[in-house]
């Protein structure tokens, strides 16, 4: 395992929607899609690994949430996300209830 994966495997942590509610209104986070991992994604983000990066978001596999996705969020404060901070963004994937 490189030393930046893991630099962010330490960093990857679970966080409520509350407290990501201040990084969406600042326009920093961005939502992974199901089938990524949040490591990769992390560790493309922070090597600016640019091809990966932007292949993902042709694919719509990574995305700023909607409006849509916000509101629904914003009814379940308490909603949990896997969350990995690489600055200037932190990068959140939804954690479904079994």
Known sequence: MSELREK???????????WLIPHVQKDA???V???????DVGEAIASDN???VQHWIDEQLLAKP?????GEWNLNREKRFN????????IIKEIIAA
């Open 50 to 52: 640019i091809l990966s």
């Open 29 to 31: 986070v961005i939502l």
């Open 66 to 70: 909607t409006l849509d996705q916000v």
């Open 83 to 90: 969350a990995l901070i690489v600055e200037p963004y932190v």
């Open 8 to 18: 962010l495997q330490q960093n990857l942590d679970e966080a409520e929607w509350e």
């Open 33 to 39: 899609a199901e089938n990524l991992d949040l490591l």
